[in-house]
């Protein structure tokens, strides 16, 4: 979503691919500038290719490479990682950041528009546990109820902060997340906890939380845990009266 017209999408990077040439072109309309660079290209290795506002992201399963373009410096960071897409990982980009999940790898890697480079997290990964994955314009989010634990990334920090907590998605625990924060809602736990894109950091409150009295409708909600519907891969943002999940809190 472009940042200056709400309606409308708007990018601030172009991609262009030339197998032919084993060229990728990347053009940063904040720097309005071209900036290249010659590697490998096989369309029948099943290479990926994502853009969102500030990021453009290349996929190499064949040469084991994450590349990433930033249109707010105008640089490629490459990442060199094995690379299977057979295997479970997935990609998203959104605003500022590039984010890859790697199962196989026990691996998630974040990408920052504003630092211009990776940052990764060795961590155990896997589909079939329940994860929720969120991305905005300036985070990240990942909470592994399997493992008790929740995983933001800054986009203004560039870095991961990862918490170890109790986490039980079937107890009515809310994920929400907006352009630079992330709220999570625990009601067994009696804990909301959010986290800040402009800090990197979590701040956590204490305090009584019932479903059956009051209503929270601040943020985005990007997942609840009585919305099984909900519970894909980077879902983006919907109105909180459009999803019919009031947040009760007392």
């Not at 170890?164 to 804990?191: C, F, K």
């Amino acid at each position: 979503m472009s940042e200056i017209n709400p309606t409308f999408y708007l990018s601030r990077v172009a991609l262009v691919v030339q197998p032919g040439q084993n060229q990728l072109r990347a053009f940063s309309a904040e720097k309005g500038a071209w900036v290249s660079q010659e590697v490998i290209i096989n369309t029948d290795e099943d290479d990926r290719y994502m853009i969102d506002t500030n990021v453009a992201l290349v996929v190499q399963p064949g040469q084991n490479a994450l590349r990433a373009f930033s249109g707010i410096n105008g640089n490629w960071a490459n990442l060199e990682v094995p690379v299977n897409n057979r295997e479970g990982d997935h990609y998203a980009t959104r605003g500022n950041v590039a984010l890859a999940v790697q199962p196989s790898r026990n691996r998630i890697h974040g990408f920052s528009a504003f630092s211009g480079v990776w940052s990764t997290i060795n961590i155990e990964v896997n589909n079939n546990e329940g994860d929720v994955e969120l991305i905005e314009q300036n985070l990240a989010l990942i909470v592994q109820p399997m493992r008790d634990r929740m995983c933001a990334y800054s986009a203004f920090t560039g870095t991961w902060e990862v918490i170890n907590v109790p986490v039980d998605a079937n107890r009515g625990e809310t994920y929400l997340i907006d352009t630079n924060m992330a709220l999570v809602v625990q009601p067994g736990q009696n804990h909301i906890r959010a986290y800040s894109a402009a800090t990197g950091s979590w701040a956590h409150l204490n305090v009584t939380v019932d479903p059956r009295h009051g209503m929270l409708t601040a943020l985005v909600p990007m997942w609840h845990s009585s919305c099984s519907h909900f519970r894909t891969k980077f879902a983006r943002s919907v109105r909180l009266r459009e999803v019919g999940v009031p947040l009760m809190l007392r």
